[in-house]
């Protein structure tokens, strides 16, 4: 026998214990009162007791198919998240970026966004957009991706297009559109000379600019094929140098204020 839907099986069980209340509570009360003038006031009582047991009865049923459906929901996200995980894993191969690079700025990513005060739908956009924050480079040529050299105007060009396509590749998945403006626009900059849009100050969105400081710092602190990786002090003095221009100056200062709880965060997965 096929199994019932959850909305059938739930509505069987209302009309059946409705009914039985029905039936059970008139003939107790057919036995209980005889006095026609007071069989009006009980009448009016059950059907006042029948509103608020249908409504208990109602309340539990549908918030235990809503937890089920949000337990549902849950996995499948973990799934989703699980496959594009492995995804982003192979293009840190194919990119030939440091171990655990996509990782790694998810983490600081989101350290710093709750530091911020981002929290529910918006703190796991952040954590997806910052886990696809380079899918569009996806559709470009490894002779420009691992390149051992500066490129040329042309490959620039052709590179500056990957935001846009990462994007157009995350409109087209419902729940990863709210994730998309993080790979849009993460190369923005704050005096408005980035790219792909010459977005400037607040109207970059706020997961890009909390992911660009992170990015920053993650580019410079680790080796790239094009360029070795630099001394700490280095780094954060440049992040000092640049907020206001390329980075938003109050979170590179929010950055710095927190730099040994995040780095932590970034280097130990399970810190």
Same mark, same amino acid.
């Given at each position: ?25 008139? @003939? =107790?009360? &057919? ?5 026609? *003038?007071? #069989?009006?006031?009980?009448?009016? +009582?059950?059907?006042? !007791? ?63 966004? @709750? =530091?911020? &005060? ?5 703190? *796991?956009? #952040?954590?997806?957009?910052?886990? +696809?924050?380079?899918? !569009? ?118 950055f710095l204020d927190n730099y040994v709880p995040l780095k932590k965060l970034a280097l130990n997965p399970s810190s």
């Amino acid at each position: 026998m096929k199994k019932l839907s959850p909305q059938l099986r739930t509505a069987a069980t209302y009309m059946l214990l409705a009914a039985a209340w029905i039936w059970f509570s008139g @003939q =107790l009360l &057919g036995h209980l009162v005889h006095d026609p *003038r007071r #069989i009006v006031l009980f009448q009016i +009582l059950k059907g006042w !007791g029948f509103v608020l047991g249908t409504g208990v009865l109602l309340y539990w049923m549908i918030g235990r198919t809503v937890h089920r459906m949000d337990d549902i929901n849950r996995r499948l996200v973990a799934s989703h998240e699980q496959t594009l995980r492995v995804l982003v894993e192979a293009m840190d191969i194919r990119h030939k970026e440091t171990s655990d690079h996509s990782e790694r700025v998810v983490r600081m990513a989101l350290g710093l966004a @709750q =530091l911020v &005060g981002v929290e529910g739908d918006a703190l *796991r956009d #952040i954590k997806f957009g910052a886990l +696809l924050h380079d899918i !569009g480079k996806l559709a470009l040529p490894d002779t420009i991706l691992i390149k051992p050299a500066k490129l040329d105007d042309e490959e620039t060009r052709v590179m500056r297009t990957h935001p846009r396509m990462g994007y157009e590749m995350l409109q087209r998945i419902d729940f990863l559109r709210g994730a998309s403006a993080i790979p849009y626009s993460h190369h923005e900059r704050w005096d408005g000379t980035g790219y792909p849009q010459g977005l400037k100050g607040e109207q970059i969105p706020l997961a890009a600019r909390i992911f660009s400081v992170v990015d920053v710092w993650d580019a410079l602190s680790f080796q790239r094929v094009y360029k070795p990786a630099w001394p700490e002090p280095e780094v954060l003095q440049y992040l000092r140098d640049v907020a206001g221009h390329q980075l938003d100056p109050h979170l590179v200062r929010l950055f710095l204020d927190n730099y040994v709880p995040l780095k932590k965060l970034a280097l130990n997965p399970s810190s």
